[in-house]
């Protein structure tokens, strides 16, 4: 990413840049009723209740 870019992010653009370019997202937070986790974790997410 250009770093005129990177100096100018704010919350809306960041929205927009992360669904454009899926690959900058690191690490996902994920969040299911009060439930959060950061980062990739499908054997932790498999112990939430189902909220839905």
Known sequence: ???QVRD????R???R???ENP???KRPVVERGDQ???GFNK???ATW???S
């Open 17 to 19: 840049i992360m669904l």
């Open 36 to 38: 959060v986790s950061v």
């Open 8 to 11: 100018t992010i704010d919350a």
């Open 1 to 3: 990413m250009p770093e």
């Open 23 to 25: 690959a900058i997202i």
């Open 49 to 51: 209740p189902d909220n």
């Open 13 to 15: 653009s960041a929205h």
């Open 43 to 45: 054997d932790e997410w």
